[in-house]
């Protein structure tokens, strides 16, 4: 079974610490790998990687891949209370599915 | 940017009522739309694969006589449940790319809160 595993599952911190989000992935089949935010609504799109080692940033939000090891980072820098939200990442099949891990709910408290 | 609407946002209604849901692609052409079903606290799950002017390929466990899914115009894909049932309350997320957004974010609409009473 093609699987995405996020952790960890729901994570608490202050505002201004940094955290980081986890995600691995199966290998099959794999095209590349994307993160979103969901707050209360649909997903919105942060990031999507395809290489291997190439950091991508916006703002305070950062990721890499690692092609060789299956998994992938986010990274917030100085957390806000409106980075609370459910973090997602996906990967994108062969026959260009989404495959969606379970998230990880992250808390900032103020 | 690419804009997904979805219609409506919310709806509430008894056992036995088929409901139908709107995915529409705001200024790109959809060849492709996605149906996806997110149950409290759990991820997005992939019902269905919507082909513009073709039937839809359903995942493996997705009753297709029971959730339908018309993708008659590359604007517009729609989801009917067909009897709904209280199990079938959840939140469903359509999602949208164009000709040649293969390996492209696909774009998401703010979902329909289904629930059935």
């Known amino acids: 079974e093609d699987k995405v595993v996020q952790s960890p599952l729901s994570l608490v911190v202050h505002e201004g610490d940094t955290v980081t989000l986890n995600c691995s992935y199966e290998v099959t089949n794999f095209r590349s790998l994307l993160w979103y935010k969901q707050e209360k609504k649909a997903p919105t799109f942060l990031f999507m990687l395809t290489s291997s080692g190439i950091e991508k940033k916006s703002g305070r939000l950062s990721s890499i891949l690692d092609k060789k090891e299956l998994f992938s980072i986010l990274n917030i820098t100085a957390t806000q209370t409106g980075d609370s939200a459910v973090y997602l990442c996906a990967k994108i099949s062969g026959t260009y599915k989404y495959i969606f891990g379970t998230g990880t709910r992250l808390k900032v408290l103020a | 940017g690419a804009v997904v609407s979805q219609h409506p946002s919310r709806v509430i209604c008894k056992s036995g009522t088929s409901v139908k849901i709107e995915c529409r692609s705001l200024d790109f052409q959809a060849t492709t739309m996605f149906w996806y079903r997110q149950f409290p606290k759990k991820s997005l799950m992939l019902m269905a694969t919507s082909n513009e002017g073709s039937k839809a390929t359903y995942e493996q466990g997705v009753e297709k006589d029971k959730f339908l899914i018309n993708h008659a115009s590359l604007t517009l894909s729609t989801l009917t449940v067909t009897s709904a049932h209280p199990e079938d309350s959840s939140f469903y997320i359509c999602?949208?790319?164009?000709?040649?957004?293969?390996?492209?974010?696909?774009?998401f609409g703010d979902g329909t809160r289904l629930s059935i009473l």
């Open positions: 999602s949208a790319r164009g000709r040649d957004g293969g390996n492209q974010p696909q774009h």
